[in-house]
């Protein structure tokens, strides 16, 4: 068979990812404080696009321009013979206030004077930072009695110390590192340990214990034989088996796992670095008689606008060809961003009107009420592809007359009743929590029973679904959950 190259025409449609649809789909699944780090880049890249003074500011600019005439008119129509007499009388307490002013704006570490309060540093800016661990472990270090060596073994050995307080480099390597004898390393890091926080520079969880049952005076105890012997044991309860291999009693066993219960696992937790996690909510929800109300949450997001200078020059004939398309690119970019915006908004506000007509028993009357709902029965409710709601539900928060709650927390599968209907999963999750919380601590209760008690309220669950909620609610088994004291 021959074979020949030839040309055809042929006709195809496919779908062209541009640029601008790009930023748009990705402008839709930011957060609210991601966005405002977008639109503060594009506002310094673009100079065409700038933003504009919201209705409030310019009232309140008004209303203090305002007042600024009315007390200019009012000192105006002031006898002069009465000003002078106020200020022959109230002269000392005149500078007095004048010198407290003065005080107030001055800023004692830099020397300079702030005229009004704009002009100030934030309180925040003020603030000393927070001690980590490793400064505390630094200071108590240079302030103990130690020679230049074993100050120099010290640092290596803070050094190698993480935020929860253990030790992750061994003595060989320390010592290697300083150039000492490992036995040298081995007594400074016994040092250390008897340092604030008590169970500091352990080496795993058992050192870490008994560093903390030795300070509290334990050697030789039940306690100290436990945790050098059992914490395995321990850790799956099996109270019987330690007090018999130890040759005591077990209320002996139990006591020193109260005990042991009581100690820190992670002694550098309390000097932790890490920052607090804020949650700001997207959309607010109120209820205005027997409707609900839907307000997007727009603090912070600036006004924006193009530059009607620049817009109003284009096309003039005032600039090169070449300035003309950098003005027309970035008008063109400063659109679709405003554009993307603003369908970003209707999206999201058109996705929990229709959460709410959903979810509206949720809304009145709690978690219980809380319906099975799929990103599908959304999209067909407002007209838009499943990925859409996909993105917009992807950290947005709605703050309602419930709580605070994630979009895609409205979002799950269902389970069916003896009564034919369904009931969502974050219910049955809701319920079993509730069920362990009142259980008796001493007699756990079973999956296999909590599974029947469920099935009792007219849900039909399986004894391995309650295990997958509990296990997703970080609830321990029966056996794990059980206390005896």
Not at 195 to 220: H, K, N, S, W, Y
Not at 271 to 295: C, N, R
Not at 347 to 362: D, G, H, L, N
């Amino acid at each position: 068979m021959a074979m020949e190259m030839r040309q055809q025409l042929k006709m195809s449609q496919q779908l062209v990812m541009t640029p601008q649809l790009q930023q748009a789909i990705k402008l839709l699944q930011l957060t609210r404080l991601e966005l405002q780090d977008v639109v503060r880049q594009e506002l310094e890249e673009n100079p065409l696009l700038e933003e504009t003074a919201e209705a409030e500011d310019i009232r309140e600019t008004e209303d203090i321009r305002e007042t600024e005439q009315l007390e200019a008119a009012e000192k105006e129509a002031e006898p002069e013979v009465q000003r002078e007499e106020f200020h022959e009388v109230e002269a000392g307490e005149d500078t007095l206030r004048d010198w407290d002013s003065y005080l107030d704006g001055y800023n004692y570490s830099s020397g300079e004077q702030y005229s009004g309060e704009d002009d100030r540093p934030s309180f925040e800016n003020l603030l000393t930072r927070k001690g980590t661990l490793i400064d505390h472990l630094l200071w108590q270090l240079h302030m103990g009695p130690f020679s230049g060596d074993e100050v120099h073994i010290g640092e290596e050995i803070i050094g190698n110390i993480d935020e929860s307080g253990y030790l992750r480099a061994s003595l060989p390597e320390i010592a290697q590192s300083c150039s000492v004898a490992e036995e040298a390393a081995q007594v400074v890091l016994e040092r250390i340990q008897e340092f604030d926080p008590t169970g500091v520079a352990a080496r795993d969880l058992r050192e870490c214990l008994l560093i903390q049952a030795r300070f509290m005076g334990m050697e030789g105890s039940v306690v100290e034989r436990v945790l050098l012997s059992h914490l395995n044991d321990l850790e799956t309860r099996k109270y019987k088996q330690i007090a018999k291999a130890l040759g005591v009693d077990i209320s002996q066993v139990l006591m020193a796992a109260k005990i042991i219960a009581g100690f820190d696992p992670r002694p550098g937790r309390v000097y932790g670095t890490e920052e607090v996690q804020y949650i700001s909510a997207d959309i607010f929800v109120y209820k205005v008689g027997d409707e609900y109300l839907v307000m997007l949450n727009e603090e912070g997001l600036p006004n924006l606008k193009v530059n009607p200078f620049y817009a109003e020059a284009r096309g003039t004939g005032s600039m090169d060809s070449r300035a003309e398309e950098y003005v027309s690119e970035k008008i063109r970019s400063a659109q679709w961003l405003i554009k993307s915006i603003q369908q970003r908004q209707r999206t999201i506000y058109k996705v929990a009107k229709s959460i709410i007509r959903f979810q509206r028993e949720f809304l009145d009357q709690g978690i219980e009420y809380l319906r099975p709902l799929v990103l599908r029965d959304v999209a067909d409710d407002i007209g838009m592809h499943e990925s859409t709601i996909s993105r917009v539900t992807t950290n947005k928060y709605m703050q309602t007359p419930q709580g605070l709650f994630e979009l895609k927390y409205f979002f799950n599968s269902g389970l069916s009743t003896s009564e034919g209907d369904f009931v969502a999963s974050e219910s049955v999750k809701n319920r079993i929590r509730e069920i362990i919380e009142k259980e008796d601590s001493k007699k756990p209760l079973s999956d296999q029973k909590i599974a029947e008690m469920l099935s009792g309220e007219t849900v039909n669950i399986a004894r391995r679904t309650v295990t997958k909620y509990r296990e997703i609610l970080r609830l321990g088994s029966s056996s794990e959950r059980k206390r005896h004291f």
